[in-house]
């Protein structure tokens, strides 16, 4: 059952392009996104969040896109550097209830 | 800055043996959580837990795991007898309030069931 779904396993970008990672959602009910970032043998690391109300929100390089009608959010880093290769991960909540769902992730080489 | 600690990194058991994860969830912190990852897999939600009971399951969560909170700083994820498939790492998470939060992870506990 893979309510959040990460279609593209790896990613290879060169320093100083943009990073655009995508992630596609089933569940209409989920009204919280996040993207985390995971380096080897260390535990998942938040990065940025969107609610469903809105439908961009930037920190920095990281900006995640939202299109609620598609079920379809994007994790853009810009300019992209070394130290941002990592696994990333998409998550959602249901207002249901507290469970976080995850994609399987992304794989993100920066090429220096 | 304040972050979630886990012990141990590493465990090996016999299929079969009780194993108890533990985790310390970042001190002001009210709902716990853990979830697995198998390897090459997506991580996947286990249980929540505040206020001293479970408040969500996933199926997963059957009746060879519990989880306590035996103290005010402890949060553990006991397997009863474990299995072949239950070979994973184990996240532990917590979050101050309510989900809506952004959930503080701790390292992972890497298990490996022979």
């Known amino acids: 059952d893979q309510q959040v779904k990460q279609n593209s396993p790896s990613l290879s970008v060169q320093e100083g392009r943009i990073s655009i990672l995508n992630c596609d959602y089933t569940?209409?009910?989920?009204?919280?996104f996040l993207w985390y970032k995971k380096y080897p043998a260390e535990g998942p690391t938040f990065l940025i969040s969107i609610s469903s109300i809105k439908d961009k929100n930037e920190d920095g390089r990281f900006t995640v896109f939202l299109n609620k009608s598609a079920k379809h959010l994007s994790l853009h880093i810009v300019p992209s550097q070394p130290g941002d290769s990592a696994v990333y991960f998409c998550?959602?909540?249901?207002?249901?209830?507290?469970?976080?769902?995850f994609g399987t992730g992304t794989s993100l080489t920066v090429i220096p | 800055e304040p972050e979630v600690t886990q012990t141990p990194s590493h465990q090996v058991t016999q299929m079969g043996q009780e194993v108890i994860l533990r985790c310390v969830p970042i001190s002001n912190h009210l709902y716990f959580y853990w979830y697995r990852q198998i390897l090459g897999q997506k991580v996947e939600f286990l249980v929540s837990f505040y206020n001293n009971e479970i408040s969500e399951k996933s199926e997963i969560f059957d009746d060879q795991f519990s989880v306590e909170r035996p103290d005010g700083s402890n949060f553990t994820l006991k397997i009863r007898s474990t299995k072949l498939e239950d070979s994973a790492m184990y996240f532990c998470a917590s979050t101050r309030l309510q989900a809506g939060e952004t959930q503080y992870f701790g390292p992972g506990t890497r298990l490996l069931v022979l």
């Open positions: 998550a959602a909540r249901s207002n249901t209830g507290n469970q976080f769902y």
């Open positions: 569940n209409s009910m989920f009204d919280y």
